[in-house]
């Protein structure tokens, strides 16, 4: 493993505890290299998903923000909603952040936020270990928010509950925090042994369809979207194990994170799953996402014909060989 060497200047950060969630005084201005005219949209995250809260004018390159903000917490900056915006972590004060079209997030620069020159010095690390990041900079909402962003789906309840325990008391009230407390929750409800919660969702053709009505085969609940590399990238395997197993008694179901019906409806096609589909085209706060504590995907449950899970997260060689000893 490699040590935290970059984070060590910024261990300060986390010394003392911040008061998160309150609205304050805050500037942002900066400059758009390659853009003289125009608008630029400030962004709040909220769910893994960013929402336009306020827009102001370029004019000569130039910009300016100036609003009361629930600070410390991460926004975006963006001249395309339909883009993914630039991260900033804002705090009170004046920041300044000059944005560059060419090289929108590798080459844009932000400063007078020190969270957001923790954030900077975080995604520069490889192979970080949470529980120390987190021992490191306690007070830091950047700690909270990679707790909850990046490690969530890779951590047992009992992980994730240690790990918030090393969050300084200030930021216990912050939605990370809160939605964590759910996720341990939750995850508890659908582990292995436990009974598969059902639901119904909307297949593409408007009808209501249960998961419970797939009940007396070896179900694969496979959650996944079309705009997720990762997700189309494991579709073939999904697609050779349910033609492989399929008329032994192995079936999938599918919910997808999509917000576009056509788009969803089009991977479809394109990746040949003819297995039933359902979404509520509702992105990240679909609602058997949220009840199955998916936060990151292609995830998967797998469920036996008496709807017990009996495994998670099978992908690959991993899902054959599980179906392999299950169904003979």
């Not at 959650?223 to 192995?250: D, L, M, S, T």
Request: glycine share 6%.
């Amino acid at each position: 493993m490699k040590k935290l060497n970059m984070l060590t200047a910024f261990l300060l950060i986390g010394s003392s505890a911040v008061t998160a969630q309150q609205k304050q005084d805050v500037s942002i201005a900066g400059t758009v290299k390659g853009v003289n005219s125009g608008k630029i949209y400030l962004q709040k995250f909220n769910n893994k998903m960013f929402f336009s809260i306020d827009s102001a004018e370029i004019k000569n390159g130039k910009y300016a923000f100036s609003q009361k903000l629930e600070l410390p917490e991460l926004y975006g900056l963006t001249l395309n909603k339909e883009k993914s915006p630039l991260y900033i972590f804002l705090e009170s004060g004046k920041i300044t952040a000059d944005l560059d079209t060419a090289r929108y997030y590798s080459a844009s620069t932000i400063s007078g936020s020190k969270s957001n020159d923790l954030f900077t010095a975080y995604k520069k690390q490889r192979d970080v270990k949470i529980d120390e990041f987190i021992k490191q900079n306690p007070g830091s909402i950047v700690s909270a928010y990679v707790l909850y962003r990046d490690f969530s789906y890779r951590l047992t309840p009992d992980q994730i509950k240690e790990n918030i325990s090393y969050l300084d008391p200030a930021l216990q009230s912050t939605p990370y925090v809160s939605v964590l407390n759910d996720l341990v929750g939750v995850l508890s409800t659908v582990s292995i042994g436990k009974k598969a919660p059902d639901f119904t969702a909307l297949d593409p053709d408007g009808k209501s369809v249960s998961l419970s009505q797939h009940r007396g085969k070896y179900v694969l609940l496979d959650f996944w979207a079309a705009w997720c590399g990762p997700c189309r990238r494991e579709n073939p395997n999904v697609v050779k194990a349910y033609q492989k197993y399929h008329a032994k008694g192995f079936d999938v179901f599918g919910v997808s994170l999509d917000k576009s019906k056509a788009a969803w409806v089009k991977a479809i096609k394109d990746d040949q799953l003819t297995w039933t589909q359902v979404s509520d085209l509702a992105f990240w706060d679909s609602a058997p996402a949220k009840l199955y504590g998916v936060r990151a995907i292609p995830a998967n449950v797998l469920i036996d014909p008496d709807g017990i899970i009996v495994g998670r997260n099978l992908r690959g060689a991993d899902l054959d060989k599980k179906l392999e000893e299950l169904i003979r």
